[in-house]
């Protein structure tokens, strides 16, 4: 068993027996009792990197014509993962030396030839399990996947179905979903192809990214009524850009690919901003400040929506040099009054987990709708969110694309994570507003933060400052 550590953070990415070390805040049942927030805050918080952006360059640098360098990326269960993956198709990734503070910086070379005959460990990462399918169809040899028991309930017909329009050869056994195996033949036609990706953009993504190396590229339709959290295809097409490979988009939902080398890069790896949600939003709760270093001026990352979601609920968002600062001034603790909020998160549905356990410290109702497709998530989100805030004395109901939430008193109990990362910092968001919250899994957070309890208690450790609010 493989461990790492960062910034004081004990993870291993490749099961759940090491998790973050967290046993100082755990109580007999494994526990971890949520900190309650004591003041004001004055935290700047540095976050590791993008797990979406590293696990798209990581898959771009195996396919590129040369080596590439990956600066600040992310290491997480998801991203190391994805390296573990792309090792067993002959891809060298090498960690060296490098200026962040949460680990190495890794080097790739890819090799002449893809190479099959392996077997490839998804986890719980969606990235994996739908960017890597077209990749080892360009390996030599069988490969199978499968994953954890709870990603085998996670939608992959659409990525099934896809590869065998290309003419791979896919065995599922009718499931549509994992395990299943393919036989890679050294080189995928492409040519053009129809898909439904309703239930996620990362299907439209894992063909983009591989199509470069198509003998014909790629033209790709999606067939569906709705196609969910677009700036993820953005940020897709944005990464085989900087590598010379433009895709076309004549209308909507339809992309074309080029075969085109994908050129090796040396590539900077943005902070997740994603992963900024919980911290930000911290700031209307407690009150005070929260600052996260290395905020892009310009991103593909959904994260940015943050910058204008979270003044709906009161906050002032302010630039500061290279760091976004939200004040929430009193705070919800010191008096400040959160407005109820109606929200479209069809294109940032990640945000919704913070977004939502914001919003049940509201005092007004919200309703946050496009964001149906997290039914088919780490967990179901929306129905994880409505048991979990009404089993603390919320009142959460359950819409087709969304979720109504009315404000009630919260109380304290148990808060049930099921293995989702963003399920278990929703719950240390109302943690901070309520005694007693107790999340059963807290080093889920492992996929893609594992540092997340260290920076969270940095975060209320903070001194408070005295400044004019509102």
Same mark, same amino acid.
């Given at each position: 068993?493989?461990?790492?550590?960062?910034?004081?953070?004990?993870?291993?990415?490749?099961?759940?027996?090491?998790?973050?070390?967290?046993?100082? =805040?755990?109580?007999?049942?494994?526990?971890?009792?949520?900190?309650?927030?004591?003041?004001?805050?004055?935290?700047?918080?540095?976050?590791?990197?993008?797990?979406?952006?590293?696990?798209?360059?990581?898959?771009?640098?195996?396919?590129?014509?040369?080596?590439?360098?990956?600066?600040?990326?992310? *290491?997480?269960?998801?991203?190391?993962?994805?390296?573990?993956?792309?090792?067993?198709?002959?891809?060298?990734?090498?960690?060296?030396?490098?200026?962040?503070?949460?680990?190495?910086?890794?080097?790739?070379?890819?090799? =002449?030839?893809?190479?099959?005959?392996?077997?490839?460990?998804?986890?719980?990462?969606?990235?994996?399990?739908?960017?890597?399918?077209?990749?080892?169809?360009?390996?030599?040899?069988?490969?199978?996947?499968?994953?954890?028991?709870?990603?085998?309930?996670?939608?992959?017909?659409?990525?099934?179905?896809?590869?065998?329009?290309?003419?791979?050869?896919?065995?599922?056994?009718?499931?549509?979903?994992?395990?299943?195996?393919?036989?890679?033949?050294?080189?995928?036609?492409?040519?053009?192809?129809?898909?439904?990706?309703?239930?996620?953009?990362?299907?439209?993504?894992?063909?983009?990214?591989?199509?470069?190396?198509?003998?014909?590229?790629?033209?790709?339709?999606?067939?569906?009524?709705?196609?969910?959290?677009?700036? *993820?295809?953005?940020?897709?097409?944005?990464?085989?850009?900087?590598?010379?490979?433009?895709?076309?988009?004549?209308?909507?939902?339809?992309?074309?690919?080029?075969?085109?080398?994908?050129?090796?890069?040396?590539?900077?790896?943005?902070?997740?901003?994603?992963?900024?949600?919980?911290?930000?939003?911290?700031?209307?709760?407690?009150?005070?400040?929260?600052?996260?270093?290395?905020?892009?001026?310009?991103?593909?990352?959904?994260?940015?929506?943050?910058?204008?979601?979270?003044?709906?609920?009161?906050?002032?968002?302010?630039?500061?040099?290279?760091?976004?600062?939200?004040?929430?001034?009193?705070?919800?603790?010191?008096?400040?009054?959160?407005?109820?909020?109606?929200?479209?998160?069809?294109?940032?549905?990640?945000?919704?987990?913070?977004?939502?356990?914001?919003?049940?410290?509201?005092?007004?109702?919200?309703?946050?709708?496009?964001?149906?497709?997290?039914?088919? *998530?780490?967990?179901?989100?929306?129905?994880?969110?409505?048991?979990?805030?009404?089993?603390?004395?919320?009142?959460?109901?359950?819409?087709?694309?969304?979720?109504?939430?009315?404000?009630?008193?919260?109380?304290?109990g148990p808060w049930r994570a099921y293995e989702d990362h963003r399920m278990a910092t929703a719950g240390a968001i109302i943690g901070l507003a309520v005694d007693g919250v107790r999340v059963d899994d807290i080093g889920s957070t492992a996929k893609t933060l594992p540092q997340f309890v260290e920076l969270w208690n940095g975060m209320l450790d903070q001194p408070s400052v005295t400044s004019e609010r509102s």
């Amino acid at each position: 068993m493989q461990v790492f550590t960062y910034s004081g953070a004990r993870f291993s990415p490749y099961g759940d027996d090491e998790r973050p070390s967290t046993s100082d =805040a755990l109580d007999s049942n494994g526990d971890w009792l949520a900190p309650r927030a004591t003041g004001p805050l004055a935290a700047r918080v540095s976050l590791p990197g993008s797990k979406s952006l590293t696990n798209r360059e990581l898959v771009l640098s195996a396919l590129a014509d040369g080596p590439s360098l990956l600066r600040r990326p992310l *290491h997480s269960r998801d991203s190391m993962l994805m390296v573990e993956a792309l090792r067993s198709l002959g891809v060298q990734i090498e960690e060296v030396p490098g200026d962040g503070a949460y680990g190495p910086d890794l080097r790739v070379t890819p090799p =002449a030839e893809l190479s099959g005959s392996t077997a490839i460990d998804c986890g719980l990462a969606g990235t994996v399990m739908r960017f890597l399918p077209p990749v080892a169809a360009l390996a030599l040899g069988p490969v199978a996947f499968d994953g954890d028991e709870s990603a085998r309930r996670r939608p992959m017909r659409t990525t099934v179905d896809s590869l065998r329009a290309l003419g791979v050869d896919v065995n599922d056994d009718g499931r549509g979903a994992l395990p299943f195996s393919l036989w890679g033949t050294g080189s995928v036609r492409g040519g053009e192809i129809s898909i439904d990706a309703s239930a996620s953009s990362q299907f439209v993504s894992g063909l983009l990214l591989a199509a470069p190396r198509f003998t014909e590229g790629l033209v790709l339709r999606h067939t569906g009524e709705r196609l969910p959290s677009m700036p *993820h295809i953005e940020m897709t097409i944005a990464a085989l850009a900087d590598r010379g490979v433009t895709v076309e988009n004549p209308e909507p939902g339809v992309w074309v690919v080029p075969a085109h080398p994908i050129a090796g890069r040396t590539i900077d790896i943005e902070p997740d901003l994603s992963n900024a949600a919980p911290f930000l939003v911290a700031a209307l709760i407690a009150g005070g400040t929260v600052a996260v270093d290395g905020w892009p001026l310009s991103t593909t990352q959904v994260g940015a929506d943050l910058e204008t979601l979270l003044p709906l609920f009161g906050a002032t968002v302010r630039r500061d040099g290279a760091s976004l600062v939200v004040d929430g001034g009193r705070g919800l603790l010191g008096g400040a009054v959160l407005p109820g909020v109606d929200l479209d998160l069809s294109t940032g549905g990640e945000l919704a987990p913070a977004i939502v356990a914001l919003a049940a410290l509201a005092s007004g109702p919200s309703t946050i709708t496009g964001i149906g497709h997290l039914r088919g *998530h780490e967990t179901d989100r929306l129905a994880a969110l409505a048991a979990e805030i009404t089993g603390l004395g919320g009142h959460v109901t359950e819409l087709d694309e969304g979720l109504a939430i009315e404000p009630r008193a919260l109380h304290g109990g148990p808060w049930r994570a099921y293995e989702d990362h963003r399920m278990a910092t929703a719950g240390a968001i109302i943690g901070l507003a309520v005694d007693g919250v107790r999340v059963d899994d807290i080093g889920s957070t492992a996929k893609t933060l594992p540092q997340f309890v260290e920076l969270w208690n940095g975060m209320l450790d903070q001194p408070s400052v005295t400044s004019e609010r509102s």
